[in-house]
């Protein structure tokens, strides 16, 4: 029952609208060749202002989807009145740029490149004498896990104090 409703309803809005733009192409027929009647010259007021009405709201929407959404505008208020090279600064972090300086050759090196060639030229033993074994956040997840794994505690441990 439900699936015959559901054709009876594609079929009656399928025969409203061609029953509407039939009536709207006979008004506007009507209309250029001067025959009008008032019925027809209402029926096309209110189509135009239902246009109207239509290309506002896409207008809006069209807007509203360049603006973004709330993040958006919260970036641009908080952003909005710095320079494009400072708020390039802080969306990205660091602003990478290809401008960079000349090497040996005469070429441009950009800063990502150049950042990559000091990567590959450092040796084995100043990478090692830089990395360090684990910061405090490492050592305190060591001792919790090491601390966890000595004592075996049940879940109602804390609720009775003991």
Not at 51 to 78: C, D, N, P, Q
Not at 92 to 106: I, K, Q, S, T, Y
């Amino acid at each position: 029952m439900v699936l015959y409703n559901r054709k009876k309803r594609r079929v009656y809005f399928a025969e409203q609208a061609e029953l509407h733009s039939r009536t709207l192409a006979e008004a506007q027929i009507a209309e250029r060749e001067g025959r009008a009647s008032e019925l027809q010259l209402a029926f096309l007021a209110s189509e135009r202002e239902k246009e109207g009405i239509r290309a506002e709201a896409e207008r809006a929407e069209r807007e509203r989807e360049m603006e973004g959404g709330w993040g958006k505008r919260a970036k641009k208020w908080l952003v909005g009145g710095l320079k494009s090279e400072d708020v390039g600064a802080v969306e990205g972090g660091l602003v990478a740029r290809e401008e960079g300086v000349e090497d040996e050759g005469g070429s441009k090196v950009g800063i990502l490149r150049q950042v990559e060639e000091m990567q590959r030229e450092e040796t084995g033993f100043t990478r090692l004498t830089n990395t360090k074994e684990g910061g405090m956040p490492d050592r305190i997840g060591e001792e919790a896990a090491r601390d966890l794994g000595e004592r075996k505690r049940s879940w109602t441990s804390w609720v009775t104090g003991r």
